[in-house]
């Protein structure tokens, strides 16, 4: 898997969404334009870009360690209408509205995050579980992967991080070169 910084980046094309979404608060539940519904949102955001990797807390709470389901059960594509909905529920409970959107994001988040991972070097992720238990892995990797072993060696760590912030300085540059062409 990538890092969070590979995974949370791609919060610049959730935002308008979030924003979207947070329209749709009939009770306000969070002062428009204040700091708490901006934190409120990167929230959502990052919600949706990282959960599937709420499967490191199966590990930690079998104590066989947080990588012991990692990139499993959770990483399906199976998976995405169900965590969507759970997504959905959670926030439109804490917005006071905007299931539908909040839903679409679910979607796209989890998808997002596991198509990241499946071009990540590493063990490769069970995409589609439970038709078929084997990790899938894309022939060509865009990022390095983390090395959960606390042995990796310094370089591995500085490999991952440098393959990442590649991919948001390019990324980031082309959302920006978007939104300016939008402008005009
Ligand atoms: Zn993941």
């Not at 919060?11 to 969070?30: M, P, T, V």
Request: hydrophobic share 50%.
């Amino acid at each position: 898997m990538p890092s969070p910084i590979a995974h949370c980046s791609l919060i610049l094309s959730f935002w308008k969404a979030l924003k979207e979404a947070a329209r749709q608060d009939r009770g306000d539940a969070f002062q428009r334009g204040g700091k708490m519904r901006t934190m409120g949102l990167i929230t959502a955001g990052i919600a949706a870009l990282m959960g599937p990797d709420l499967d490191l807390l199966i590990g930690i709470a079998t104590g066989e360690g947080f990588a012991a389901y990692h990139n499993t059960f959770t990483h399906s594509l199976f998976m995405v209408p169900l965590f969507a909905v759970v997504y959905a529920g959670v926030f439109h409970v804490l917005f006071r509205g905007g299931f539908a959107q909040f839903l679409r994001i679910g979607a796209a988040g989890f998808a997002c995050h596991v198509m990241l991972d499946s071009v990540t070097f590493g063990r490769g992720v069970q995409l589609f579980w439970p038709m078929l238990d084997e990790r899938f892995s894309s022939p060509v990797h865009v990022f390095r992967g983390v090395r959960h072993s606390v042995n990796a060696p310094l370089f591995e760590h500085f490999k991952t991080v440098s393959s990442e912030l590649l991919f948001v300085a390019v990324y980031g540059a082309m959302v920006f070169l978007k939104r300016r062409s939008g402008l005009h």
